[in-house]
């Protein structure tokens, strides 16, 4: 499909990029794709960064007809742009729009977009360590009706902004807080789907663990409220005497793509990875017994995130000394090293953008 450009008027000045704070400093321009039903995807525009312009009645504002995704550009050594694993995260987000009823974008389409617009806002993608131009596609439905239905109007847009490192002052282990009382997702729920009201089912237990000092929370499932399902908006893992644990796919965990790259890794290396049920008592117990060695969270936004100390109620207990675990960093080295081309792609999980 062909992408109409409007270029932006006048250009912002771009941020200092030692001092990026996560998602606040937006380009020039963003991506917009109509879709209607019975006329498929159409009018492709990249057009100046902007206010949208949308009925209040717009079911993405009452019903939550919407999903996201979230990727990166890296600049490599050598000043040209590249993506990781662009196709598992454009899958994704066709599996999120199976599961809310959005339509599915074509794989080339969303491709195409996500590649024109980081090459126009190319000057955007910064080259300081650990910076990078983080990548948002969404969908919403847009029908101008208050009746509950699947929406005839949709919109795929993409918006892009440069980030800094997620945690400025470099992998310092997190504090986290098991939440026994609201849950993130359930099975049969849309736990499995990127969608936004999942976020808006979590950030009363978020605030509630900052307010008292901790990082994030540890989310358990909804039926037994026992089982660990993930770790603020990551996926977690857990080295248990010498083995690596991660809660499986079961449903309502969000099947993250740094999870997935992290389980390829640790296999390449030799690790046993298993994908199983992992039952809290199991896990205070191991950390207890010191057969907890490591534990730490994966996602797009930090990479992997070590997890310093674990609380719940009445108990409290240190994770590797509250330090980073050499598993944790070895990933971590990994993973940022293939990103940003310091490291050989063998796994063909880069795309080149220019
Ligand atoms: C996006 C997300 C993740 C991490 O997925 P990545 O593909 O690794 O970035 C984990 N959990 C939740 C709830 C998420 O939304």
């Known amino acids: 499909m062909e992408i109409k450009i409007t270029r932006a008027q006048t250009l912002k000045e771009k941020p200092d990029s030692s001092t990026l704070v996560f998602g606040q400093s937006m380009t020039d321009h963003m991506l917009i794709v109509d879709w209607d039903e019975g006329q498929g995807w159409h009018d492709a525009r990249i057009v100046p960064y902007g206010p949208l312009s949308i009925d209040p009645a717009a079911k993405v504002l009452h019903y939550a007809e919407e999903i996201f995704e979230g990727l990166k550009a890296y600049r490599t050594e050598d000043g040209s742009i590249q993506l990781f694993r662009v196709k598992d995260n454009i899958e994704r987000m066709n599996n999120s729009a199976d599961r809310m009823n959005l339509p599915k974008i074509p794989e080339d389409l969303a491709m195409q977009s996500i590649l024109e617009l980081v090459k126009l806002e190319q000057d955007w993608v910064p080259s300081e360590k650990d910076t990078s131009l983080y990548i948002r596609p969404f969908m919403i439905g847009l029908d101008a009706a208050l009746g509950v239905h699947s929406s005839h109007h949709v919109q795929f847009i993409v918006i892009v902004c440069p980030v800094g490192a997620y945690y400025p002052e470099g992998l310092n282990p997190v504090k986290?807080?098991?939440?026994?009382?609201?849950?993130?997702?359930?099975?049969?729920?849309?736990?499995?789907?990127?969608?936004?009201g999942n976020y808006a089912a979590s950030v009363r237990a978020s605030d509630r663990a900052e307010r008292n000092g901790f990082t994030q929370v540890l989310w358990l499932d909804g039926v037994h409220n026992r089982y660990i399902e993930e770790v603020g908006s990551m996926n977690v893992m857990f080295k248990i005497n010498g083995k690596i644990v991660t809660p499986d796919l079961n449903g309502s965990v969000l099947p993250g793509i740094t999870r997935r790259s992290c389980i390829q890794l640790l296999k390449d290396w030799g690790y046993d990875v298993e994908e199983r049920?992992?039952?809290?008592?199991?896990?205070f117990a191991a950390a207890e017994s010191g057969a907890l060695e490591e534990a730490w969270g994966t996602g797009t936004a930090a990479v992997v995130s070590p997890i310093g100390e674990l609380a719940r109620k009445g108990e409290e207990v240190?994770?590797?000394?509250?330090?980073?675990?050499?598993?944790?960093?070895?990933?971590?080295?990994?993973?940022?090293?293939?990103?940003?081309?310091?490291?050989?792609?063998?796994?063909?999980?880069?795309?080149?953008?220019?």
């Open 176 to 196: 986290i807080y098991v939440e026994a009382e609201d849950v993130r997702a359930v099975k049969g729920g849309t736990g499995m789907a990127k969608t936004g």
């Open 277 to 283: 049920r992992i039952d809290v008592d199991e896990l």
């Open 318 to 354: 240190m994770v590797s000394g509250n330090k980073i675990g050499p598993i944790t960093q070895k990933l971590y080295d990994e993973l940022t090293g293939i990103q940003w081309g310091r490291i050989a792609d063998t796994h063909d999980w880069i795309t080149k953008v220019c």
